[in-house]
């Protein structure tokens, strides 16, 4: 896919624009408004035979990610829950009365939220790996037990799941170190 290709899909092409353009113009069609009909110059229109080599059969990024899209899914459902778990730790661990508490406890949770945030981000390209499944479950299991356990020593203090941070941590370096296989 070729960078034009992937910017058209990014910009026009996905199917949340397609759904906004579609309803801007039923909305517009509504109020009586046309939009104006431009001719399209055949001379603009330049066709490269050699690029045709380059670029996939398959034509947009939904089709790219296919059966492995579910990690783009749960990649949404974890930047969701990021944004949630960020937002309930700050505002629970505001009314912890020690001052030392209150910033060890918002230091657990901030390194929680970002590696949560982080490796929730970095699921969306699971499809794009050599081995999706291998590196999209460990990554996964690895933010589960790693932001997990961080966010339940931020929120409770209790230090007791601190080996499950630990194993996370060594699932989530193993994710990464997939990508190399």
Request: with cysteine; glycine share 8%; proline share 4%.
């Amino acid at each position: 896919m070729s960078l034009a290709e992937t910017l058209d899909y990014l910009i026009l092409g996905n199917p949340v624009s397609e759904m906004i353009i579609s309803s801007a113009i039923a909305f517009l069609d509504s109020l009586g408004l046309q939009p104006k009909k431009m001719p399209v110059d055949d001379s603009m229109l330049v066709f490269h035979p050699s690029a045709h080599h380059y670029v996939r059969s398959h034509s947009s990024l939904y089709c790219l990610a296919g059966c492995h899209y579910h990690f783009v899914r749960l990649a949404g459902i974890g930047g969701a829950s990021a944004i949630f778990m960020g937002a309930y730790c700050k505002y629970v661990l505001r009314d912890i009365d020690d001052v030392r508490d209150q910033l060890d406890s918002q230091a657990y949770a901030d390194v929680a939220n970002r590696i949560h945030f982080l490796h929730s981000f970095a699921l969306m390209a699971m499809p794009l790996a050599h081995y999706p499944f291998l590196t999209g479950t460990l990554m996964i299991t690895g933010t589960l037990f790693f932001s997990g356990s961080m966010y339940y020593r931020a929120l409770t203090g209790e230090k007791w799941m601190q080996p499950y941070a630990t194993m996370g941590g060594f699932c989530l370096m193993a994710a990464w170190l997939t990508l190399v296989l």
